[in-house]
């Protein structure tokens, strides 16, 4: 089973949750498909709180993790 983690999204008067490109590429799902969905709600973190930061491909290499 694949897990992903998106955000929930006011659309008219129902919620809607988008799936990842990457997910839908991999598990070859189409419109009007059916699938199964389990949900959870996650607490609240710093997830996302980065986004949009640029880290330069140089500092990477030069990091502890090679």
Same mark, same amino acid.
């Given at each position: 089973?694949?897990?992903?983690?998106?955000?929930?999204?006011?659309?008219?008067?129902?919620?809607?949750?988008?799936?990842?490109?990457?997910?839908?590429?991999?598990?070859?799902?189409?419109?009007?498909?059916?699938?199964?969905?389990?949900?959870?709600?996650?607490?609240?973190? @710093?997830?996302?709180?980065?986004? @949009?930061?640029?880290?330069?491909?140089?500092?990477?290499?030069?990091?502890?993790?090679?």
């Amino acid at each position: 089973m694949m897990e992903t983690i998106s955000k929930v999204r006011s659309v008219g008067g129902s919620l809607m949750v988008t799936i990842p490109r990457e997910l839908v590429k991999l598990k070859s799902i189409n419109e009007g498909e059916i699938v199964k969905i389990s949900l959870e709600k996650v607490k609240k973190s @710093g997830f996302g709180l980065l986004k @949009g930061l640029k880290i330069k491909e140089e500092r990477i290499r030069g990091s502890d993790f090679d």
